[in-house]
């Protein structure tokens, strides 16, 4: 079965810095892999996908991810963090041939002046 | 309107007391999916169902049940609450390829007192 790390509880970062957000998946073989953002009192929103192909993938709000095989990586990053980016983010992995994704414990992202 | 919609928004009731959340859809996919979420611990699966006629247990299913009344409409069942499930609730719906991801609701905050 296929599960997601996300080390980082929490991160604080200035408005205006660079944010990158780590995930580590456990999976046997290519997995997709997704990053969801969660504001305050809303549902998840996707922010991008990897299934296959280029490894540096785009997604919505300005934020890119990286999939590294070697590393078990697909890690978030952004260059320039908005004070509306304070939200929490999640990793999920979904195994090929299945439909259930597994999601990280989530990252809470703090964005001061 | 909402994709996907959740009612209620938000729910206290007692211990012991049985509670159906519900879940509608307008993106015409097969699949539904349960989730609850709790601090530090992610999102954990609950049910899932790939059509009308096909429900399965998540990874902690139970103390829960679910009904899927037709395509559009899947809802959750706590025969008898207790304090332990107090937790945000999700629905999530997904097209029949598994490289999309899904598409969640706002969630229903329930607390069992």
């Known amino acids: 079965a296929q599960s997601v790390t996300q080390p980082d509880i929490h991160i604080t970062v200035s408005e205006g810095a660079s944010l990158e957000l780590r995930c580590n998946y456990s999976?046997?073989?290519?997995?997709?892999l997704f990053w969801y953002v969660q504001s305050p009192g809303q549902g998840l929103q996707l922010l991008l996908k990897?299934?296959?192909?280029?490894?540096l993938v785009q997604g919505i709000k300005g934020f890119e991810a990286e999939f590294k095989r070697s590393q078990s990586s697909f890690n978030l990053r952004k260059p320039s963090v908005h004070w509306s980016d304070a939200a929490e983010y999640f990793c999920?992995?979904?195994?090929?041939?299945?439909?259930?994704?597994?999601f990280g414990a989530g990252t809470t992202v703090t964005v001061r002046a | 309107d909402a994709d996907v919609t959740q009612t209620p928004r938000n729910r206290i009731t007692k211990t012991g007391k049985r509670i159906m959340l519900e879940c509608s859809q307008t993106?015409?996919?097969?699949?539904m999916y349960w989730y609850r979420q709790d601090p530090g611990l992610g999102l954990r699966l609950i049910y899932y169902?790939?059509?009308?006629?096909?429900?399965n247990k998540g990874e902690i299913s139970d103390g829960y049940s679910v009904s899927r009344q037709a395509q559009a409409k899947f809802s959750l069942s706590l025969e008898s609450a207790i304090p332990n499930q107090t937790a945000l609730y999700f629905c999530?719906?997904?097209?029949?390829?598994?490289?999309?991801?899904?598409?969640f609701g706002s969630g229903t905050r329930l607390t069992v007192v």
């Open positions: 993106k015409g996919h097969d699949r």
């Open positions: 990897y299934f296959s192909g280029d490894t």
């Open positions: 169902s790939f059509d009308v006629k096909d429900i």
């Open positions: 999530a719906t997904r097209p029949g390829r598994a490289d999309y991801g899904y598409t």
């Open positions: 999920a992995v979904g195994a090929r041939g299945d439909y259930k994704l597994s």
């Open positions: 999976y046997g073989a290519t997995p997709y």
